[in-house]
């Protein structure tokens, strides 16, 4: 198999290899899809990803092959440009960069320059025409080979820059003369040559091979895993190389060098947005060491910037640059996420791909784009990712609320937060770890990061523009982010002493309690009230969209009237399960709950019920008023009592006086309720087989406030589940007790209403015995919690000890208790569904455990065809969004 492909001049770009980014990675597919179409992309060529996984199989060897199919692309790039690799009077020089199928920080970034040394930077100099130009592109080359493919300290080259400038009284890079980077070369060498022990490479073809290795080994690194493990990447895709002809945007001030989206990755604005800066290049855009410039005039003018945009300063490489915009949007039919140079006053294209952006602006594309023809309504609906919304979902700041603002910088990442300031990555994780919600402070931050950032619930950085590495991976993940601050500055303590920092002119130290807007920019002390989200125009559209799509209903896991509300508005279609032990906790209920399960008689136990029951009818009859006329999934008592017990010497004693037993007497009982294994104890349907009254109470509670909410004319429709069976004659026992009491109700009020019965499938016998179970169901609900925790044999409340390592160790490729263990658990569902419907034809069947509301799991529940899934209100829109798609 070809696993290096040229693209530019006149190489041929139909190889459907080349056209599949698994082979030449998304980089290198993009290049050459861009040359196929006749833009500006200079010359070069992909080494593929296979070439990667060979090379880190063998050991660190390229072979043969690999060599020569590099030597030959380089003559093609050689001929195609007009100059040669190495060539003392007039060097080509490249660039070498990765590119795996899914793009992926953490990975080897970019060598720009390759090709320079001390002989060839005489000839770039002679041939251009200019020294300074030269030199410059020199002192880049090493302080980025020596940082990426060196792995040098970095901070030694930046330092010695500093101290360049610092001496010669320069505040810009842009001021250093020929002369200067010429000292600064030498200065650079010699400090590469101290940490190395050897030379600074002089050798092209040295530093070419030096720099692909450099590439298929961070494929490896651990910040690479770790970001792998983050987005569900699997480790054995491999990363492609492209090699590159350079075009420089630091030839003076006719050049540039920027960063461009085809529309606003934060607004989702049909206006070009983007970052340029004059004479400089790639790096230096996203390093954020000079702040970039604005793209168009109207940014500029928005933003008040005295620096000219680009559409000013350079309106024909800009007017090219739009075409290119349009060009490239029809052709992809999504935004595109551009890298682009000017040298000498021309367009060159170093890279498109499809933008990432916020969820605000994916769900404003995707309805955009079906107003403008682009796409159709079920491409909009695949166009944004369900867990998205969730970005959408949550609150941001309150515009009334007070704001005591400390200061502003870029608004980065949309949505606000509150938390407590941490200045490390670590810290954000053990703070996180403990409960705690906090905003990771950083001067910038890079790759490292990454875990901090999540564990963050928003990032704050002092440096940096809008592609700057914080905002682009807090668009990413969905976090607040403000960016760029310039007035932070963060005093670097060392352990055990006070970390401090100052915002303005206040200081502030870890921990003190901060609120950022990623809307605004706007850093703020102390917390700031939120506001519930918009949910209506795009948002709704795209639902609406989506709910013409999907075969599967939506409803919710709820019991308060509060989150019933919140979850219709999401628009669930029903409760799936509402867990009735929820109630008991209430404290105006726990001591009737405590003295019912220490009673030591049956007497004891109905007398202690009949308090509790007029609290329960109360409870379902505001659910019922709540989802008005929509199904209402209700689960008798599920947990082991032991759960409801009274803990502390306080709590016994406030028990010993309501019910009038002695302290003595309730904690032998107490002991006496104790079990070694409650999960797989005195729980579930066994509490209504022992302690019936229990059932009966709350099957009582529900049918009366089914049947007063009826007679103000509204029409409950109440389905009663009983938790954990086993057997079908378990749920004979109780399918019969619940009717006996709907008749004694129905009796006493003198109104009938429909009810169904049914149970949860959550233990793996009763999945194997669904066909018999069926006989006495009306409905399945799949109770994958349990029916996960059952047939892994893994407790879902210790599993925190080992998952991570499990799924390190590709044991389990997800939490098998967020994401459906398809393969096992599945089976049993799959199992259950078919047996179940193979007894009673048209049962009802649907799923409530947490999976109900993970996208990857709502599609298998369509491929079984459940008739229903349940999602926590603030996921019904990702469940109503994922069945959509699961669906098309
Ligand atoms: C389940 O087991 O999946 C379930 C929904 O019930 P619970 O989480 O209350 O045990
Ligand atoms: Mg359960």
Redesign the pocket.
Known sequence: NKTVFHFGGDAPHDDPRQKDKTVTGGKGRNLAEMASISLPVPPGFTIATEECLRFLKEGGDFGDGLRSAVDEALRHVERTVGKRFGDAADPLLVSVRSGAAISMPGMMDTVLNLGLNDETVQGLAAASGDERFAWDSYRRFIQMYADVVLDLDHGLFEEALEIAKEDAGYYNDTEMSADDWKTLVAEFQRIAEQELGRPFPQDPSEQLWGAIRAVFESWDTERAKVYRRLNDIPHDMGTAVNVQAMVFGNMGDTSATGVAFTRDPSTGERAYYGEWLVNAQGEDVVAGIRTPQYLTSARREEAGADKPSMEEAMPEAFAELARVFDLLERHYTDMQDIEFTVQQGKLWLLQTRNGKRTAKAALKMAVDMVGEGLIDEKTAILRVDPMALDQLLHPTLDPQAPRDVMTKGLPASPGAASGKIVLDADTAEKWAHRGEKVILVRVETSPEDIHGMHAAAGILTARGGMTSHAAVVARGIGRPCVSGASQISIARAGAGEDRTLTIGDRGLREGDTITIDGATGEVMAGEVATIEPELAGDFATLMEWADRHRRMKVRT?AETEEDCKAARRFGAEGIG?A?TEHMFFDASRISAVREMILAESEAGRRAALDKLLPEQRGDFESIFRAMAGLPCTI?LL??PLHEFLPHSDAEFEDLAESTGIAVEKLRRRAAELHEFNPMLGHRGCRLGITYPEIYEMQARAIFEAACNVAADGEAPVPEIMI?LIATRRELEILRALVERVAGEVFAETGRTLDYLVGT?I?LPRAALMAGEIAEEADFF?????????TTLGVSRDDAGRFLTPYVDCGIFARDPFVSLDIEGVGQLVELAVERGRGTRDGIKLGI???HGGDPASIGFCEKVGLDYVSASPYRVPIARLAAAQASL
Not at 781 to 789: R, V
């Open positions: 896991n399960l867990r689960r599920d947990p938790p949860m959550e609900s799949f109770g994958t919690n349990d029916l996960t925790q409530c455990g947490e």
